[in-house]
């Protein structure tokens, strides 16, 4: 149950005053971490202002720098109303001491600037000034006061990332009421630690955050925005050790066969496992032997080989009559498994089953049985292997291909369906260390680092849409020369359609172009006509596969040799990457071709360098984060850490390592959050939403 001393925070930002339910969406569509209920007065409160403006700043109208904000005092010396009808913006000249400045307005009323700005008066004036042609002029200013009445413009104004339909003013508003209900916690932290660090309490770091005085009081690194952060990190990291310690606490089963069934997997492989897999599936024999369940993270770049090993993984469960479950984020993807594991299953007597959301009743029940009765080893699914009314008769081992799709009660969900189940997470991302911990705790680690023998790295260049033709007429020329090529176009949500449409016109466009059938491929596609598509594509029956990313993950056609990405700059480094791993999955040359609108922004600009220049992904990871933050290398596309309102992963990396032995020092002195410090604790989970881990506690 959540601390009554939260509910104020807990009330639904229309339950403040001025607050109607059309507003109310549109903050919680700014504020909110999920679109399926309104944020809440935390919510907001946790919307931190990124900058603020100095209206103290006076420098006089000669040394006021361009785009600069300044507060200005001057005398009024002339309207130039400009000629009436005329599309001309209504200018005003004024001076002080220092030089002259014209401020610019379009679309005037006349009658109300005569008043605002009589000619000889002294007014004050706030607003960015900017430089054409040597001379300083300001567009509409923010702020246009008599003498008497410049005493009442702030200091000091935080700036807040803002959204489409919403006034400043009036989330302002809504931050001053919300901050009057904000009620007194008990401190979660350690009072030694508070001190050395000169750390605020939390209630009076958030109300400094929304009432600056200075640039300190809001940026990443002034003792405000520490201390709540680290609050945040605190909060994810107790989360994560205690779904981490429940875990181990459910006790492991020592797992030690002979190791022949994965023998017969791995000498079914048409070539040798690499130094760096052969390692990874050393680590994991030696995890399942252990008494304590094992929870391993493998990372590894596209192409890498990790399916293998996780099946070298499965067998070894298996083989001591335990039952395996592989996972994926999509249903191609789990499709594509299971196909690639059919004939080495085969090879190895091991008795495999696929599971979608488009089984049939019919169908799902049989597979249940069998699941029930010990007749399937292994299977192969989408999420609906969460769901509860899928059992087992004896799990053993759940692999999780691509983990950060899938959150941590999923994790849990599945573990639960059996005995001391171990737990292997598979990810193609490669996250730097730092943010695995955010995502993952303290998982051990396992990664692949060289890809295997044989493979050439993919040729990439990047190339302008003006030159569509161009490139269309190459594919036309490399497809008949035997090779097959992807063609990827971007589907973003918020124009779905728009995007849906431009797929289907580009097939359109290339069969007439090419005089040959191509194959269509995305998300509003039945599961039949996606497996169609990919058969076609596979086979060689089509050499082109017209796609939006939903092949972005996993897909594999070793023979596919060329990949365009249509619109590049809009794909986040990450994905980009992703996507390129599609090829260069055989021993032949593969290219990339980033087909971008031009002209491009200076990020976008940069993502398409560094794509030419290099196919490491751990080096692509590490320039993602510089560009982006953490946000874009999980794919998602909100600014800051994903999962972190107010941490961010480049400014509070340091913290994080804090909190993760902070968190394990508190579980150790007090495991079920009982004492004094426990229960300020259970508030702070509840207050960043990461209560679900409370439910892991022992009752009371
Ligand atoms: P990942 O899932 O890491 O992106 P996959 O497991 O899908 O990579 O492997 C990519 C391709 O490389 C597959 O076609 C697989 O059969 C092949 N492969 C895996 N391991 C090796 C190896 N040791 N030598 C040669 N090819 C391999
Ligand atoms: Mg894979």
Same mark, same amino acid.
């Given at each position: 149950?959540?601390?009554?001393?939260?509910?104020? /925070?807990?009330?639904?930002?229309?339950?403040?005053?001025?607050?109607?339910?059309?507003?109310?969406?549109?903050?919680?569509?700014?504020?909110?971490?999920?679109?399926? !209920?309104?944020?809440?007065?935390?919510?907001?409160?946790?919307?931190?202002?990124?900058?603020?403006?100095? !209206?103290?700043?006076?420098?006089?109208?000669?040394?006021?720098?361009?785009?600069?904000?300044?507060?200005?005092?001057?005398?009024?010396?002339?309207?130039?109303?400009?000629?009436?009808?005329?599309?001309?913006?209504?200018?005003?000249?004024?001076?002080?001491?220092?030089?002259?400045?014209?401020?610019?307005?379009?679309?005037?009323?006349?009658?109300?600037?005569?008043?605002?700005? +009589?000619?000889?008066?002294?007014?004050?004036?706030?607003?960015?000034?900017?430089?054409?042609?040597?001379?300083?002029?300001?567009?509409?200013?923010?702020?246009?006061?008599?003498?008497?009445?410049?005493?009442?413009?702030?200091?000091?104004?935080?700036?807040?990332?803002?959204?489409?339909?919403?006034?400043?003013?009036?989330?302002?508003?809504?931050?001053?009421?919300?901050?009057?209900?904000?009620?007194?916690?008990?401190?979660?932290?350690?009072?030694?630690?508070?001190?050395?660090?000169?750390?605020?309490?939390?209630?009076?770091?958030?109300?400094?955050?929304?009432?600056?005085?200075?640039?300190?009081?809001?940026?990443?690194?002034?003792?405000?925005?520490?201390?709540?952060?680290?609050?945040?990190?605190?909060?994810?990291?107790?989360?994560?050790?205690?779904?981490?310690?429940?875990?181990?606490?459910?006790?492991?089963?020592?797992?030690?066969?002979?190791?022949?069934?994965?023998?017969?997997?791995?000498?079914?492989?048409?070539?040798? *496992?690499?130094?760096?897999?052969?390692?990874?599936?050393?680590?994991?024999?030696?995890?399942?032997?252990?008494?304590?369940?094992?929870?391993?993270?493998?990372?590894?770049?596209?192409?890498?080989?990790?399916?293998?090993?996780?099946?070298?993984?499965?067998?070894?469960?298996?083989?001591?009559?335990?039952?395996?479950?592989?996972?994926?984020?999509?249903?191609?993807?789990?499709?594509?498994?299971?196909?690639?594991?059919?004939? *080495? %299953?085969?090879?190895?007597?091991? =008795?495999?089953?696929?599971?979608?959301?488009?089984?049939?009743?019919?169908?799902?029940?049989?597979?249940?049985?069998? /699941?029930?009765?010990?007749?399937?080893?292994?299977?192969?699914?989408?999420?609906?292997?969460?769901?509860?009314?899928?059992?087992?008769?004896?799990?053993?081992?759940?692999?999780?291909?691509?983990?950060?799709?899938?959150?941590?009660?999923?994790?849990?969900?599945?573990?639960?369906?059996?005995?001391?189940?171990?737990?292997?997470?598979?990810?193609?991302? +490669?996250?730097?260390?730092?943010?695995?911990?955010? %995502?993952?705790?303290?998982?051990?680690?396992? &990664?692949?680092?060289?890809?295997?023998?044989? @493979?050439?790295?993919?040729?990439? #260049?990047?190339?302008?849409?003006?030159?569509?033709?161009?490139?269309?007429?190459?594919?036309?020329?490399?497809?008949?020369?035997?090779?097959?090529?992807?063609?990827? %176009?971007?589907?973003?949500?918020?124009?779905?359609?728009?995007?849906?449409?431009?797929?289907?016109? @580009?097939?359109?466009? *290339?069969?007439?172009?090419?005089?040959?059938?191509?194959?269509?491929?995305?998300? @509003?596609?039945?599961?039949?006509?996606?497996?169609?598509?990919?058969?076609?594509?596979?086979?060689?029956?089509? !050499?082109?596969?017209?796609?939006?990313?939903?092949?972005?993950?996993?897909?594999?056609?070793?023979?596919?040799?060329?990949?365009?990405?249509?619109?590049?700059?809009?794909?986040?480094?990450?994905?980009?990457?992703?996507?390129?791993? &599609?090829?260069?999955?055989?021993?032949? +040359?593969?290219?990339?071709?980033?087909?971008?609108?031009?002209?491009?922004?200076?990020?976008?600009?940069? =993502?398409?360098?560094?794509?030419?220049?290099?196919?490491?992904?751990?080096?692509?990871?590490?320039?993602?984060?510089?560009? =982006?933050?953490?946000?874009?290398? *999980?794919?998602?596309?909100?600014?800051?850490?994903?999962?972190?309102? #107010?941490?961010?992963?480049?400014?509070?990396?340091?913290?994080?390592?804090?909190? &993760?032995?902070?968190?394990?020092?508190?579980?150790?002195?007090? +495991?079920?959050?009982?004492?004094? !410090?426990?229960?300020?604790?259970?508030?702070?989970?509840?207050?960043?939403?990461?209560?679900?881990?409370?439910?892991? /506690? @022992?009752?009371?």
């Amino acid at each position: 149950m959540r601390p009554s001393v939260l509910d104020p /925070l807990f009330a639904p930002v229309s339950s403040l005053q001025g607050i109607g339910p059309k507003i109310a969406k549109t903050i919680s569509g700014l504020v909110a971490d999920r679109q399926d !209920r309104e944020a809440t007065l935390a919510d907001l409160l946790f919307h931190v202002p990124h900058s603020l403006i100095d !209206r103290r700043h006076r420098p006089g109208i000669a040394y006021s720098e361009n785009g600069q904000i300044v507060t200005l005092q001057v005398t009024i010396d002339r309207h130039h109303p400009g000629p009436r009808g005329g599309r001309a913006p209504y200018r005003i000249t004024a001076f002080d001491q220092t030089g002259s400045i014209t401020f610019v307005f379009f679309h005037p009323r006349r009658d109300w600037l005569e008043k605002m700005f +009589p000619e000889g008066e002294v007014r004050v004036v706030s607003g960015r000034v900017e430089w054409f042609n040597e001379r300083p002029q300001m567009v509409h200013p923010d702020y246009l006061l008599s003498l008497e009445e410049a005493a009442s413009m702030p200091a000091i104004e935080p700036v807040y990332p803002m959204t489409a339909g919403l006034a400043g003013k009036t989330l302002q508003k809504a931050l001053g009421a919300a901050l009057q209900r904000l009620p007194v916690l008990p401190e979660w932290q350690d009072g030694a630690f508070l001190e050395r660090n000169m750390w605020p309490g939390f209630d009076e770091a958030l109300r400094a955050v929304h009432n600056p005085k200075e640039q300190d009081d809001l940026s990443p690194e002034g003792a405000n925005i520490r201390r709540i952060a680290y609050d945040e990190l605190l909060a994810s990291q107790l989360a994560l050790a205690l779904v981490r310690k429940s875990m181990r606490q459910l006790g492991g089963v020592s797992r030690k066969p002979s190791g022949t069934l994965q023998q017969k997997v791995i000498s079914a492989l048409p070539f040798s *496992l690499t130094d760096g897999q052969a390692a990874a599936v050393k680590d994991i024999n030696s995890d399942l032997a252990e008494p304590i369940r094992m929870l391993r993270l493998l990372q590894g770049d596209v192409g890498a080989g990790k399916t293998v090993v996780a099946l070298a993984a499965l067998a070894q469960v298996i083989e001591t009559g335990a039952q395996g479950a592989l996972m994926a984020p999509t249903e191609i993807l789990a499709r594509q498994h299971f196909a690639s594991m059919q004939p *080495l %299953c085969e090879a190895a007597g091991i =008795r495999l089953a696929l599971m979608t959301g488009k089984d049939t009743q019919k169908q799902r029940r049989i597979l249940q049985e069998k /699941l029930n009765a010990g007749e399937i080893d292994l299977v192969v699914g989408t999420h609906a292997l969460f769901q509860g009314s899928v059992t087992f008769q004896n799990l053993g081992l759940v692999v999780v291909d691509e983990q950060h799709r899938f959150g941590v009660h999923q994790r849990l969900a599945i573990s639960a369906k059996g005995n001391g189940v171990d737990v292997l997470v598979m990810t193609a991302t +490669p996250i730097p260390r730092t943010l695995v911990l955010t %995502c993952f705790g303290d998982m051990d680690v396992s &990664r692949l680092t060289e890809k295997p023998a044989g @493979r050439k790295p993919v040729t990439t #260049v990047s190339v302008s849409l003006d030159r569509l033709d161009e490139i269309v007429g190459r594919i036309g020329a490399a497809i008949s020369s035997g090779q097959k090529a992807y063609w990827v %176009c971007p589907l973003v949500e918020e124009s779905e359609k728009i995007d849906l449409a431009a797929v289907e016109d @580009r097939h359109k466009v *290339l069969e007439q172009a090419l005089g040959q059938k191509v194959s269509l491929i995305h998300g @509003r596609m039945s599961a039949d006509e996606k497996d169609a598509a990919m058969a076609s594509f596979k086979s060689g029956e089509t !050499r082109i596969l017209v796609a939006t990313t939903v092949i972005e993950v996993g897909v594999d056609v070793p023979d596919a040799t060329i990949i365009v990405i249509e619109h590049a700059e809009r794909f986040g480094l990450a994905q980009l990457h992703q996507l390129r791993g &599609r090829v260069g999955r055989s021993d032949k +040359p593969s290219s990339c071709v980033l087909l971008f609108k031009a002209p491009l922004g200076e990020t976008a600009a940069a =993502r398409l360098n560094i794509m030419r220049e290099t196919n490491d992904g751990f080096l692509i990871a590490e320039e993602d984060l510089r560009l =982006r933050g953490g946000g874009e290398i *999980l794919g998602t596309r909100q600014s800051g850490t994903p999962g972190f309102r #107010v941490a961010r992963l480049e400014d509070h990396a340091d913290l994080m390592e804090i909190a &993760r032995d902070d968190a394990r020092l508190i579980l150790e002195t007090d +495991p079920d959050l009982k004492g004094p !410090r426990g229960d300020a604790l259970r508030c702070l989970l509840y207050l960043f939403g990461r209560d679900e881990a409370i439910r892991l /506690l @022992r009752a009371g």
